[in-house]
Nanobody, 119 residues
Framework: QVQLVESGGGFVQAGGSLRLSCTASASGRSFSSYTMGWFRQAPGKEREFVVS????????EYPDSVKGRFTISRDPIKNTVYLQMNSLKPDDTAVYFCAAGSFGTFRYWGQGTQVTVSS
């Protein structure tokens, strides 16, 4: 089993920055064996994939909506994945979820952390 806990969300003005953290606790498997990703879901919208990073450090392409502003990173020693978000926009307002998985499937999910960007 894998438990994921997100933190770092909050309220910020447009143009500000936030750094989200996702700490994983795993039983029977090391954190570094999982692909870790970030998703977000805005009110009334479908959950969308943002970015992921695998055990080798390979990072997926950022969607145009966040490219150049968001950066994913990981610290295997701390079992933590980060999402640095700069130049935040009101459209970034959403619940951000951390997810973990393997073999092409995200199986484990955190509870989410709210990010609210005011105009």
């Amino acid at each position: 089993q894998v438990q994921l806990v997100e933190s770092g969300g909050g309220f910020v003005q447009a143009g500000g920055s936030l750094r989200l953290s996702c700490t994983a606790s795993a039983s029977g498997r090391s954190f570094s064996s999982y692909t870790m990703g970030w998703f977000r879901q805005a009110p009334g919208k479908e959950r969308e994939f943002v970015v992921s990073i695998d055990l080798s450090g390979s990072i997926t392409e950022y969607p145009d909506s966040v490219k150049g502003r968001f950066t994913i990173s990981r610290d295997p020693i701390k079992n933590t994945v980060y999402l640095q978000m700069n130049s935040l926009k009101p459209d970034d307002t959403a619940v951000y979820f951390c997810a973990a998985g393997s073999f092409g499937t995200f199986r484990y999910w955190g509870q989410g952390t709210q990010v609210t960007v005011s105009s």
